[in-house]
């Protein structure tokens, strides 16, 4: 699968390809390619093969710090939805682990 990113964002690009592809994959989405239209602290708008699919981030849950104390590992607690007529529909809710990249 492909993933594509439109959003340029120094806060989301260190973990958030890898976290849409993690989170496909754990909703079993197969699909040639996955586009990142958006984001926001609570949100993550796709389309996934032309289709309109998001990702609501419910907490992000520290579980790692570094040396300063600063956290650098999270565990997110998200749902996957895909968007049909006027509504989401839940794929999957679950949680993943997110490192933060120097």
Not at 65 to 79: H, K, L, T
């Amino acid at each position: 699968m492909e993933i594509i990113n439109k959003v340029k964002c120094e806060s989301y690009e260190q973990w958030v390809e890898n976290f849409v592809r993690g989170v496909l994959e754990s909703g079993k989405v197969e699909c040639a390619e996955a586009v990142i239209e958006d984001i926001d602290a609570e949100r993550i708008w796709l389309t996934v093969d032309g289709a309109e699919y998001d990702i609501r981030t419910w907490a992000f849950e520290p579980v790692h710090y570094d040396g300063e104390n600063r956290p650098d590992a999270e565990i997110v607690r998200y749902s996957l939805f895909k968007m049909v007529e006027d509504h989401g529909e839940e794929i999957v809710y679950s949680s993943r682990r997110i490192d933060w990249v120097s």
